[in-house]
Each structure stands twice: as structure tokens, then as C-alpha cells.
């Protein structure tokens, strides 16, 4: 999970946390969470999709030194991304850019207008991901209610290129960690299916 300051607790969170253990605690098969916390003020460069060489770097590092170490220590099955806001505008890259590693990704609220929708064509360009699955969500309270349907629109694109989507629009949900911690446990069920 990216924004790992906002993962579990509520220490360390700007806006509180998400509770992941608890809710992973309370479902059927209880994943493994694995937590990275972004760089403060470098988040945007870090996470800044598709175009980003820190977020290049970053997949790499997590690919080639994170994965295998955890993998040390804890029995994992397949591997999933996830994030909210650029979170989830990194998450969905990362998923996209490696399905050999990822076998999905919960994308909260993903920043998807960044960077002038640059995400959109580079989506378009990749080759389908086999048998990935990816949840996206939005609150309609976000961006004046605009957010929706841009990730409806991702939803399409995605289904295009024979991806499992699930695309949930949160009549009541802001941009805020509270919604996006409601929105969680019906997130990792969708990808853990």
C-alpha cells in the first residue's frame, strides 16, 4: 500500500488512518499488508504517473528490493498495489507496467487528471495485462463531482484491454481519508476474489 503514513494508524496520518489491518482482519483470507510511506514533499514527483523518473525508479526499487524481501519473510500469494489520490494514480500504473508482478490494483480517487490525463494514452499504448483486476472509486463529492466520470471513463479503457474492473461512484464520498477508509474492505474483497 502507498502512503503508508496513512495505512494503518492514525499517527503519522495527515488526515487520519485507514485502519488496513483491522479491515483485513475481518475478511475471509486476511492478505499480508505491506506499507511504504511517500517521500513529503517529493509525493508528487514520486508518484506522478506515467512520466516520472522517481516514480520509474521507485517501481524498480520496489520490484527488485522490496518484493523479494518480503518474500523472505512472509508468505505471500499475489501481489496487488494500493493507493488513493497520486496513490492511486501510481497504483494503477504500477499494475498496468508490471502484470508479471501485480495481479491488480485498488486505485481510490486516482489522481487521473494529472499531468493533462497523460495516464489515458499511456494506458492505450500498453499491452492487456492478463488477468489483472483493478477497483477504481471516486467520491461524487470530488472535484465538483467531475472525478466520477473521468474514472468511469478509465473503467472503459480498461475493459477495453480485457482488464476485471470494478468501478464503484460513492454517492456521499469526499477526497479524505474517511472515505476512502469506508471504501476499503469492498475494494480488497474485489481484487481478492
Not at 518480503?70 to 508468505?75: F, G, K
Not at 508482478?101 to 489522481?111: T, Y
Request: aromatic share 8%; glycine share 10%.
Amino acid at each position: 500500500m502507498l502512503d503508508g503514513q496513512n495505512v494503518f494508524g492514525d499517527e503519522g496520518s495527515f488526515a487520519g488512518g485507514w485502519h488496513a489491518d483491522e479491515t483485513v482482519d475481518k475478511l475471509a483470507t486476511a492478505p499480508a499488508v505491506l506499507a511504504i510511506d511517500h517521500g513529503g514533499d517529493e509525493r508528487i514527483a514520486e508518484l506522478g504517473a506515467p512520466k516520472s523518473t522517481k516514480l520509474v525508479a521507485f517501481v524498480d526499487l520496489v520490484i527488485d528490493n522490496i518484493v523479494p524481501a518480503a518474500r523472505e519473510r512472509v508468505s505471500f500469494g499475489a501481489w496487488y498495489v494500493v493507493g488513493s489520490s497520486m496513490g492511486g494514480l501510481a497504483a494503477l500504473y504500477m499494475a498496468v507496467r508490471r502484470p508479471d508482478v501485480f495481479a491488480g490494483a485498488v486505485c481510490m480517487s486516482p489522481s487521473l487528471w494529472f499531468d493533462r490525463r497523460a495516464i489515458f494514452a499511456w494506458v492505450d499504448q500498453q499491452p492487456s495485462p492478463p488477468a489483472s483486476r483493478i477497483y477504481l472509486d471516486a467520491g461524487a463529492r470530488e472535484a465538483g463531482g467531475r472525478l466520477a466520470g473521468v474514472v468511469e471513463t478509465m473503467g472503459q479503457r480498461l475493459r477495453i484491454h480485457d482488464v476485471r474492473v470494478m468501478v464503484r461512484i460513492d454517492p456521499t464520498g469526499t477526497h479524505h481519508e474517511s472515505s476512502w477508509r469506508k471504501r476499503l474492505p469492498r475494494a480488497l474483497r474485489f481484487v481478492l476474489a
